[in-house]
């Protein structure tokens, strides 16, 4: 049995189909970053209710198949450049104080504008302020130039390289992270970012220490399943269970622990209990 | 510097002495309240001194504090418990053990010798007094604290405290104060105890009790305040050893004493909490969330506490109750809802609002935490009605609504009856809380 810890996936985006098809594959606990939904959102109290979601509602959901759910929180790059947006920052220390909250995420460029690097740097702060590691989403564009300069305010900001998670690497921005010496995260999907072989290529030649796999499957065209078909990609490559483990379980693990707030038990207290049903029905059973 | 966490040996009973202080050391207790006895560091032994530095080195590898505690029950008559003592004819025996565990205390560089008076007439007092002279007169130069123990001849803090004035408040006469006695006995809480003795405190027992009963219990199942407990020793600047006392425990002890510094550690972080937001009342922002993780189980009635703290000192409460609701987790607005029956009166317009808001969500826990006491004085009664039947259709017990069969009216029992008609009418079971209702009523 393959256990999986997708350290990267947004859920909200998802149907209970995959919550069933992602238990199935070994899926057991995971982490919801807060990112863009693909609607640009216009002001804080719409950050405030998907926050809410993420803490509450999704993690119940997961709950009811059998999967622990947690959430980074941040304001993501994009919308750092949205001045009606960026005001969360102002809320966002309440909701990095509560159960769940594993990290501050997705932070870091999208088009590497001043507002973006001030997001950026208060939010790296925050993380410190709040003894969370941090989840740091690398651009599409010009991504080699972003995952440099992305590196570069991590190191001034004092927070220490194994806190800090760098994310949707490949093979061209993959190295300078290693020597940074913070965790790598890659990205598989169906058509964009990494693939499965590319990515096993990667492991052997990497080797699996700091290194984590996700689906990062979100509202776009992606693959909820992509982690277990990288691990049997890694074994079919020759890679023994072991070190399968260790990039598909153990490290999301020892990465997001250092939040100390980690419980890989599925979280069900607070809703309704799963036999009534009536929760997730939203009315008479 | 702070006081240090130990456990007391005397509930390691059935473990040799060098496992159970491995066990109270792995467990992450600082200190331990060693109390001599037959099995546990003899005063008797013949090899006495060589099993004392024996000790005394084990203690400094694990880290241990110490303080000496003579409680043990037969190591002085094997046929009568506890006897000799102070307030004994043959009070002498129990002077020179008293003694001997002090020359013990000085070899381990133990805070003190821990001792009480025993059970007799108050006659006996100035027997015992002159018992305590002779122990401080004899052997080095070490601290002892008299112990006021339930049923003895002193049972309460103001005649241990009488007795050293009697004696001429000699410096190395101090006290040993278990809380859970103060529960049992004084007339005063605990907290207020720990003030009195202030600076003559030099150790302390920690368990729960319930008043006029002397029986150690775990904690949450007496009557003793925990974090005012804590709050009052760090109040006094006290640093010595605080051990937990739970004498008839030994069976189970591991379990018993994992359990005992969870709850400590709980309540040393709602205390410090506590602080934290009359200092700055904004702290609980971030205190309130984290309650959670650093309370577990008690977490409501930390989160009230700390609300409670937070209006005392709160320039503007009702908005602060309103944005730790606005932006809480459920476990959040569970802890606001409950704390609303103890803070909301100052506001009720605002509290209704809340209590509103989370009778239209679909949480069990949460349209439970809000018919609580609070509902019924301030919540109309048409929204309490149906709160009511949201519970019915939710599966939600009835008995979590305060006050349900005062506040029933023929309105209620009407929407509840018509209730039971649609289910009946869909071939579907009627809730017993609902029939049960409706049974009371005809």
Known sequence: MMRIFDPHIHMTSRTTDDYEAMHDAGVRALVEPAFWLGQPRTSVGSFVDYFDSLLGWERFRAAQFGIAHHCALALNPKEANDPRCAEVLEVLPRYLAKDGVVAVGEVGYDSMTPEEDDAFARQLELALRHDLPVLVHTPHRDKQAGTKRTLDVVRESGLAP?????????????????????????????????????????????GTERMLVNSAADWGRSDPLKTRKTGLAMLDAGFDESEVDTVLWRNPVEFYGQSGRLSLEPVTAGAVDAATGSSVLRGER | MTFHFGYGTNGFANHRLDDALAVIADLGYTAVALTLDHHHLDPFADDVVKQTERVAARLHELGLRVVVETGARYLLDPRRKHHPTLVSEDQAVRVDFLVRAKQIALELGADCVSFWSGVGSPEAWDHLKSGVAAVLESGPSVPIGLEPEPGMVVQRLDQAL???????????????????????????????????????????????????????????????????????????????????ELPRHSHAAPDVATRALRALRAAEWLADAERAVRADPGAIDTLFPAA?????????????????????????????????????????????????????????????????????????????????????????????????????????PLTVVDGLDRHSDAELLRMVAAFADERRAAGRPVPADALALLGKAS
């Open chain 1, 162 to 206: 194994h806190r800090v998670l760098v994310d949707h690497l490949n093979e061209t921005t993959v190295a300078m992270v290693a020597d940074a010496g913070c965790w790598m995260g890659f990205s598989v999907y169906p058509d964009t970012k990494m693939d499965e072989e590319r990515m096993v290529a990667l492991l052997a030649e990497y």
């Open chain 2, 162 to 244: 009488r007795l050293r004035t009697e004696l001429g408040n000699p410096d190395l006469l101090r006290i040993t104060l278990d809380v859970g006695h103060c529960v049992a006995v004084e007339p005063q809480d605990a907290a207020a105890c720990i003030r009195q003795a202030g600076e003559l405190l030099v150790n302390v027992q920690l368990d729960d009790m319930l008043p006029g009963v002397h029986e150690h219990l775990e904690f949450g199942e007496g009557q003793l305040d925990l974090p005012a407990t804590l709050a009052a020793l760090t109040g006094i600047g006290y640093t010595g050893v605080a051990a937990v």
């Open chain 2, 292 to 396: 959670g993780r650093a309370v577990g189980a008690g977490q409501d009635a930390a989160r009230v506490r700390l609300l409670t703290a937070f209006a005392d000192v709160s320039d503007d409460p009702v908005d602060g109750f309103t944005r730790l609701y606005r932006y809480g987790t459920s476990a959040e607005r569970r802890g606001v809802l409950r704390g609303l029956a103890e803070v909301g009166d100052c506001a009720p317009a605002a509290g209704v609002a809340l209590v509103e808001d989370a009778l239209r969500s679909n949480e069990t826990d949460l349209v439970a935490a809000a018919l609580g006491p609070f509902a019924t004085r301030h919540l109309g009664r048409h929204a309490w009605r149906h709160g009511v039947l949201k519970c019915l259709f939710m599966g939600i």
